[in-house]
């Protein structure tokens, strides 16, 4: 069993990854900003995390880990005329800045497992392209990026992954799916005609952050509902 650190866990995808990996028998450190968490009786060990902080305090991992995940993120859908670049900046400190942060003051302890893994968070919009998306088209282009990018520079003791999830029942999606007709309308724009479910996106995670996928690296995996590659 390993040890593994979920920035995010405390709702949506990185709590479901956060209660998979430890009800499958893994020590995991998950973190929280906003909500405040408790470790309880999931087996979650909480921690409270600014991964916008120029050092993050990671005094309370192990000394190393099997994977993490950064699991942060936001969606803000406008127009582009609507945008300032003073958004811009900060939504890429969250999503790839935070990210990158997180990553270099964990590095140490991952460079000790000599098989450690590390999955990231893209989106559907990035390889696809949507109106009112590019916000977060932006800074998740800029992830699939870095993920290749680490993935060459920590092979062969670290893969690094991403998923690109298409719209997911979680929090962060609650105001493009908060009444019937949102819902209705939003399965029916993806060919599984259904929302996913964080369960669909931390299955895939599971996957990446454990043994069982020791000879992929460098990936970006699709969890869309087949939005990305099909037309029906």
Known sequence: MGNYFIIGASTG??????????????KVYG???KTTMQSDDTGVEYHHLDVLAEEPDLHFLPDHLDGMAYCPGSINLRP????????????YDLQVVGAVRTIQAALPRLKKSGQASVV???TVAVQTGFNFHS????SKGAIEG??????????PAIRVNA???SLTDTPLAAQLLSSDEKRQVNAQRHPMKKIGQP????NMAMFLLTSQSTWITGQVFPVDGGMSALRV
Do not use: K
Not at 13 to 26: N, T, V
Not at 135 to 138: E, F, G, M, Q, R
Not at 199 to 202: Q, V
């Open 135 to 138: 916000l977060v088209s932006a």
């Open 199 to 202: 369960g669909d996106i931390a």
């Open 120 to 122: 990231l968070f893209s």
């Open 146 to 155: 870095l993920t290749r990018a680490l993935a060459a520079e920590f092979a």
């Open 31 to 33: 973190t929280y900003s």
């Open 80 to 91: 582009f005329h609507r945008i300032s670049p003073d958004t811009f900046r900060a939504d």
């Open 13 to 26: 995808i990185g709590r479901q990854i956060a209660l998979q990996l430890s009800a499958a028998g893994h």
């Open 163 to 165: 998923i690109a999830p």
